[in-house]
């Protein structure tokens, strides 16, 4: 008990020197007379009594990861080749064109891929290309102009129709891979009557007026005035696909045709980085997590490395600011903040990826309040000496010990708000 007196003693007077005299006042109980872990348990509840009777402030819980799993979706981003503009006609009858765009990180083959059209009834489908030509591609986040020979714009064209078809209308284009196959998109704009391979979701509600094109957006906010040059969402790409055409189109009244030889224009980025665990040898499981949005997360490899794919540009409509934390139990959680518009380069793109510093997340956050402090020492104490799958097993071994307690009272009064947790 003179150890006890001890560490009261030190709790009234030294409260950030307590750790250390708990340290000292357990392991001397543990070689003294009393050799079963009940001393612990009983010096653990009895300074937890006395530290909740002076202390005003309970721990507070730390923010669960399935917090954000309650914001609605933000972004949707087409993992495959698009429809990204379409003109229906121009300043001449059949001044047509359909864009393509690869929203991917990986150049696509598009041999033997066909461009098609159905009229509004469904009753006739007609090609525009009946096999792309060996050896056509696309880069990746690069675009594909088809035009109609009557084509007058001046944006140099990729390929040209090579049948007698035209756009018109009320009509819905489809294009498929593998020799006409599988389907990989499909838009459908104005009065479609029958929607067998008709549109997605809803059809665009109006076909473009000559002159202007229907165009898909880059993000699910964006507006007609964010995707004309030079406003803000320009430059992003046309990836956004929540497979409603209604949704995911805007009407341009300036059409912007694109070809594979104009610039990529990227919508996002990677976010990645390396953890290690303070006593632990294995640092897989972290789990790290992005907000606003939705589906942004990532767990940790044996190797400690994260990687979240697929990071839009804007985070929410007018922001480009995330928070980013990672967090694992028993550990002091990180949190930062990550503004993209700060990332971009002189065209105004994002790169492939971004990448956080390497960072060392510290042992002893027991009860998940992002401190170590009494409350997790006293689960060490109420747990010290048993085996199995507890909270107090800080280093994973499946026991709480000495190695446990070493770290939690090493570690006492730090808080995760003293990471310098950066991007590189």
Known sequence: MRCVALSLGLLYRYKRAFATAMLQSLLAIRSATIPDHDSARFLAIFLVFITLFITKNLPAHARPLSEEEDLPPTHVIADHVVISEVQVAGSVANDEFIELYNPTASEVDMTGWRLTRKTSNGNTTQNFWLSFPSGTKIRAY???LVVSPEYTGSVTKDLTYDTGTHLAPDNTIILYSDQGLTVVDIVGYGTITNNTDGYEGSAFPSSPPNGQSIERKAFYFSKQSD??????HASFG???DSGNNEDDFITQTTPNPQNSSSPTERCCTTVQGNFTLQGR?????????????????ATTDIHGDFF???VPAFAIEGTTAYTVEATFPGYLSAKANLTLSEHLDVNGQLPESIGFQALRLLAGDINRDNRVNIFDLSIIGSQYGDAGSLTGDVNGDGKVNIQDLSLV???FG????QYAWVPE
């Open 308 to 310: 979240i794919p697929m």
């Open 142 to 144: 690069g675009y594909f």
């Open 281 to 297: 040898p294995n640092p897989s499981g972290i789990q790290v997590l992005m907000w606003p949005g939705s589906n942004l997360r």
């Open 238 to 240: 046309n990836s956004y």
């Open 414 to 417: 730090t808080n995760g708000s």
């Open 409 to 411: 009272s090493g570690n």
């Open 227 to 232: 995707m004309s040059d030079p406003y803000p």
